[in-house]
Every structure is written in structure tokens, then in C-alpha cells.
């Protein structure tokens, strides 16, 4: 005989467990758990952001981040906007430290005693000059270095002349003000090269190896000291060793690609003790900050705030922080570091590794790359100049550059 079973029997008499609903009192209890919990991560998470260092970085960063990434998303293109024109150029400025000697009290002897330290009250001179170019119609972007030991003539802000002076110390007759360095920088190349400089990023001293080491470091075909081999007589690249006591840095690599990590990328762009001279540091300069370039570019569109951040902490700039996020992001959108053609201007050495530039080719170039915001004629008004080119064969040699220097009808 069939046993019957209806819907409540088999409810019954289930194995599955059944939930019984809770008691009000117990499920308010449970509520006011949860919120007590919520309260507690609060006002935890608010001790946290205001008490540390980590904290405040947080709180900082993630309202900016969101309001730049909106911001880009909105108007990719924003840096071109606010300078009204298709063409952007910035100067990347890299201070040079200066040293004395002063008496520093030793706690172990109790006494004082003559020691290297930073001369804060010398204005810095210009270590490194690089004007960056970006194009909007044309979605480029190009690197142009000038060279520190160039002779020129140029009048500082109190209206004083200086003739026959090396470029690098134009930043320095600023004096101490950072914001006058820059003012002086900028109208000197403005008068003396014909460049509309549109913005100015001067980065602080051991910062570049911070940013190497930020981006993991950098792949580099480390090019070896040019140096007379004293048994064949003849010029050779060999391994860089050299040790700046006065600087602080030294170098020891062998030439050939490898990672760098940020020491050695330092010590690598900072490097001319050899038959070379500056021209070969600009080159090498160029070849880690287009490596450099490239680790960056590699990073996703949501990470530009961060990078962002970290670029404003080692770098003294006028550029906003929607800006730097705009060229950052028009510089990952040329989709390749090869995009970013590295050229050197024109020139031969003169005595003592100085370097008179050459006018009629770097008139070409820089019309060539900088357009309407370049003036010919104001390029070495007053400067001395040559029609020799020494520097131009070693460091634009490359493809890219060859076929940029056709274009401009230098080749």
C-alpha cells in the first residue's frame, strides 16, 4: 500500500536543516554589531590618514587620482589647451650641486674639523638641458639637449652682460630664488635661441635616481669611455671607471646592454671623463631617458595619477597636475619610445672642451621641429658661432634621427 505524503510531511521530515528566524532582539543586537564595526574602521582608518605619513599620502592621493583620471578622460589634450597652441614645449632643467669645505663638528673627537658638505648659499647651475617638443597635429614628440659647455653671451635680470660664458651658467646668474633661475632660463632662450619655452620641470639632485628606480630600471646599450689606447695610439671604447670624490658618485660598467638600476643610470648620465667630453654624455643621457621613457609609457592609463604624484614630489615645476597627466598621457599614446627622437644640437669643440655651436644647421633643425614656436633670427644673435660640426656625426647617427635631418634638408 502506497504511503501517501504531503508538502508539509516532506518539509518535516527533510534532512536539510531549516533556518529559524531570529528573535528581534537578537537581530537588532546583531545590527548595532555590525555598525559599532563600522564606526570603529572609521574612526581607525581617519587616525590613520591624519597620524601617518602613509595615511596623509593616501587621503591625498586618492581624491586628486580620480579627479585627474576624470579630468583626462574629459580632455585628453588638456596641456595644449591651456598654452593655446598645437605645440607644447618644456624645459627639463638638472641641477648641479655645489661643494665647499666647511668645519663640521665631530661628536666622536668633540671637535670640528674641515669636511666636504653642499654649498646652499651658491645658486646651482644647470647640469642638464633638454627642451621637449610635442606636437598635437602631428602626435609627436621630440628631445632636443642642449649642451652645458656651449659659449654664449646673454644679459641677467639685472641688465648686466655676459660674454663668452658657458650656457650652464645662465641658471646659476638667476641666484638663489628657483623661480628667477627659471625666469632667466627661459628668456635667454627665448632672445639668444629663438625657443618659446612654454613650461619648465627642474628636477632636484638625486631625484633621477629615484625615478629609475621607480620604474624598475632601465634597459640601456651602455656605450664605453672613448679613450687614446696607450699601446696601439689609437681611440677606443673601453669599460667606465670613475670615481667622483668631489661629486660623490662613481661608475663601473662595461660596455654592452644591460639593466641599470638607479645608481648606475646616475652615474651613467653624469659620466665625461673621457675624449668625449660633454657631447658624449648628452648622448648618453638621451639613451636613458628614452629607456626611461619607455618603462613609463608601459604603465597602465590608471596609474598616470601616481606617476603623477611621484613626478611632483622629485621635480620643481609650473606645470599643474591635470598637465603633467596630459603630457604623460600624450606621450604613452604615441604607442612606441622610438616615437621620441632624441637629437643634439650642432657644433665643434673648441679649447678646453668648450663648444662654439653651429648656426646655419641648428637654424634648419630647430625650424624643422619647433615651427612658429621658434624665431631664426634671434638664434646666436649675440653668441659666437661656426659653420664646423664636430658633434653632429657621433650623436645624431641614429635612423631615426638621419631621416628627421633629411626632412629638415640638413642631409
Known sequence: MEQEYNHSTITATSSQPVAAPLPENRRNGFGRIVLILLAALSIAGGLWMGATEAGRDFAETVPGAARTLLTLKKDPDLLFDNVHSNRVNILLVGEDYNWTIKPVFNPRTGKSAPFQVIDKNAPPR?????????????????????????????????????????????????????????????????????????????????????????????????????????????????????????GQ??????????????????????????????????????????????????????????????????????????ELGSAALFAKNLGSAEQIQPLTLFGRYASDGDIVLNRPKNQKLLAHLFGDSFSEDSFLRESSWTRRDDIGPANNASPGVKALLKEAGIE
Do not use: C
Request: proline share 4%; no cysteine.
Open 126 to 246: 644647470s647640469d642638464t638641458m633638454i627642451v621637449f617638443t610635442f606636437d598635437r597635429e602631428k602626435r609627436t614628440a621630440r628631445m632636443v639637449s642642449l649642451p652645458r659647455d656651449a659659449r654664449v653671451t646673454y644679459t641677467d635680470l639685472a641688465g648686466d652682460s655676459h660674454h663668452n660664458r658657458k650656457l650652464n651658467a645662465v641658471y646659476a646668474s638667476g641666484g638663489k630664488d628657483p623661480q628667477q633661475r627659471q625666469l632667466l632660463l627661459k628668456r635667454f632662450l627665448r632672445e639668444e635661441f629663438g625657443l618659446r619655452i612654454d613650461r619648465v620641470a627642474v628636477i632636484k639632485p638625486n631625484s633621477f635616481k629615484k625615478l629609475v628606480e621607480m620604474a624598475g630600471g632601465v634597459y640601456v646599450k651602455v656605450d664605453g669611455a672613448l679613450e687614446i689606447n696607450r699601446r696601439t695610439g689609437k681611440r677606443e671604447r673601453g669599460p667606465i671607471h670613475y670615481k667622483d670624490s668631489w
Open 249 to 322: 658618485w662613481e661608475i663601473n660598467l662595461k660596455p654592452g646592454s644591460q639593466w641599470l638600476n638607479g645608481e648606475q643610470a646616475h652615474g651613467y648620465v653624469r659620466f665625461r671623463k673621457d675624449d668625449e667630453g660633454d657631447p658624449g654624455r648628452i648622448r648618453r643621457q638621451q639613451a636613458v631617458m628614452k629607456a626611461l621613457a619607455k618603462r613609463l609609457m608601459e604603465k597602465p592609463f590608471w596609474q598616470i595619477p601616481g606617476l603623477v604624484k611621484q613626478i611632483r614630489r622629485e621635480f620643481r615645476t609650473d606645470m599643474s597636475d591635470d
